[in-house]
């Protein structure tokens, strides 16, 4: 509402000050007039007045004004309030949910581990008609046993498949100029506990399965003689974080993960291996090295590890080198070896713990036009996730050097290939 006048109530606007002096300048006083009347000025807007009633009704439309262009201030401010209050809450609401859908994707919202998902998945089964109730009562009396002991039941191993690969590779004339396997290792592949988020753990017992077969390192394994089960395992890395190993990694699972479905990475596979005395490594490839989003520096680096000191004319080589485990976003698979085909070009051959026992078990028995291989046989542009992680073992530990790799994994670095 535009300002009104004072003296007769028009509506003034912006002009009200040249409306005043127009129409009723008689009742103002003419600054330096020098009539020796007393003259009121505005405090406001410094116009005179020739007393005291015109400056208060003049003074009265400026506070009008002001209260009006406050209220709409105010109103103003409150919407913007209840705004910026709404797109907090719904900011909170959509990163808790983030959250938890996060922790239900590691495993870390308390629903359970490896037995309970069993139970659940073997009703389910039977409930569907794929499993008798007599199967489930054996298989869960197993598994009780199995949980017991602390030893995995063996039901997901395959044996065999390096010394078949070798056999295989040995016959093979069409394209592999040279191949590297590692030691012998077992297959394991996710169970019904497991399915979902157990391959880190599958691949520490393919791992581990090659260390046992290999007597270099029988005194570090002199307490772990055969294969333990996954709720065993993570008890074994809650042991290595009590002894001090990674104590970052240990925080981001509360130190538990006996009795949870949480992922495991290289670097509790890393802090397991150290604690039983085994020395490795991990190496981090943080970025494509090749185009396409590809990582030929990886490959390179499996290519040395395997042929370094197997370096004589063999065709196919079988090494002592243990298996190595490979990591990226979301899975994991255990290296057993390398190809060099006759163009030059490198290939990986992967166990991957989501193959099953029956896929597995064709490899045994290989036919010579190796389609079976497909399996296992990644080229570099079949890995194109934007980093990966190994973790390599190479040789034992001193009680020394375990303890000084300890103090050193509480600022746990890899080394980064750039």
């Avoid at 090659?210 to 996954?230: A, E, F, G």
């Avoid at 090295?289 to 370094?308: A, K, N, V």
Wanted: proline residues 4%; charged residues 25%; hydrophobic residues 30%.
């Amino acid at each position: 509402t535009p300002p009104e006048c004072p003296f007769c109530g028009e509506a003034a606007g912006t002009e009200l000050e040249e409306h005043v002096r127009a129409r009723h300048g008689h009742l103002l006083g003419a600054p330096g007039s020098g009539s020796g009347e007393q003259l009121y000025e505005c405090p406001m807007c410094s116009l005179t007045c020739a007393n005291i009633q015109f400056l208060e009704e003049h003074v009265d439309l400026h506070l009008e004004e002001h209260n009006f262009s406050e209220g709409i201030d105010l109103e103003l401010a409150q919407q913007l309030q209840t705004e910026e209050d709404e797109r907090q809450r719904s900011e909170e609401k959509r990163e808790r949910e983030e959250f938890e859908k996060l922790q239900r994707q590691y495993g870390l919202d308390n629903s359970g581990g490896f037995k309970q998902q069993f139970l659940k998945n073997m009703e389910r089964e039977v409930n569907r008609g794929r499993m008798q109730p007599f199967e489930y009562h054996k298989r869960k009396a197993d598994m009780m046993e199995s949980l017991a002991s602390g030893i995995d039941d063996g039901r997901t191993k395959t044996s065999g498949v390096i010394e078949a690969l070798c056999k295989y590779y040995q016959n093979e004339n069409k394209d592999v100029r040279r191949v590297w396997l590692s030691a012998g290792v077992d297959h394991f592949y996710s169970s019904l506990g497991d399915r979902g988020w157990g391959c880190g753990y599958r691949n520490f017992q393919m791992l581990l399965s090659s260390l046992l077969q290999n007597s270099s390192y029988n005194d570090c394994l002199r307490d772990t003689t055969l294969i333990p089960s996954i709720p065993k395992i993570q008890s074994m890395i809650e042991d290595a974080w009590k002894e001090g190993f990674d104590p970052q990694g240990a925080s981001h699972f509360n130190n538990r993960l006996h009795g949870s479905k949480a992922w495991i990475g290289a670097c509790e596979i890393y802090s397991l291996l150290t604690s039983l005395r085994i020395k490795c490594q991990i190496i981090d490839f943080h970025k494509p090295t090749g185009p396409m989003g590809t990582h030929p520096r990886l490959f390179e680096w499996i290519l040395h590890y395997y042929s370094t000191d197997n370096e004589g004319g063999a065709k196919v080589v079988c090494t002592s080198k243990p298996p190595i485990y490979l990591q990226h976003q979301g899975h994991s698979r255990t290296v057993v070896g390398i190809e060099e085909k006759k163009n030059k070009s490198l290939c990986l051959l992967l166990f991957d713990p989501g193959c099953s026992s029956q896929q597995m078990q064709k490899l045994l028995k290989q036919n010579s036009d190796g389609t079976g291989l497909k399996l296992l046989r990644k080229f570099v542009g079949s890995l194109k996730e934007k980093q990966y992680q190994i973790v390599a073992v190479d040789g034992m530990l001193s009680l020394e050097e375990k303890a000084a790799r300890c103090r050193a994994s509480q600022v746990l670095t890899s080394e980064k290939i750039p």
